[in-house]
């Protein structure tokens, strides 16, 4: 037979335990919400710096676009000062095929290298 003070000594001891796995699950759940919100957080900082960044990539291609369209401009406009009966040596003038070409390449390959 149990005395009293050893069933009530181990309701109490099982209540402890008891208690200590419903906080211990509270603070899992705790941490899982905040490890939600911090993802969520992420996500949303990493979507600004996207945005920022197609915002800076899109600002440098017009900016690159402006610039070749005024060297390209500027180069035509040299072109029509050049009479068109201009003698060019035959060296300097596959050099210039060569330049030609080449920046043709770099300017529809979408890049130089």
């Not at 035959?90 to 770099?106: D, G, M, N």
Request: charged share 35%; aromatic share 0%; hydrophobic share 40%.
């Amino acid at each position: 037979m149990t005395d009293p003070q050893s069933n009530e000594a181990v309701e109490q001891a099982i209540n402890r335990v008891l208690g200590e796995e419903r906080n211990a699950r509270e603070a899992v759940e705790r941490c899982r919400a905040e490890a939600r919100e911090a993802v969520n957080a992420a996500r949303v900082r990493a979507s600004r710096i996207l945005d920022r960044a197609d915002a800076r990539i899109g600002l440098l291609h017009r900016r690159c676009e402006q610039r070749v369209s005024a060297s390209l401009e500027e180069l035509a406009a040299a072109a029509r000062q050049i009479p068109e009966q201009a003698v060019v040596a035959p060296e300097l003038q596959q050099r210039l095929q060569a330049v030609v070409r080449r920046l043709a390449e770099e300017m529809t390959s979408g890049g130089s290298e």
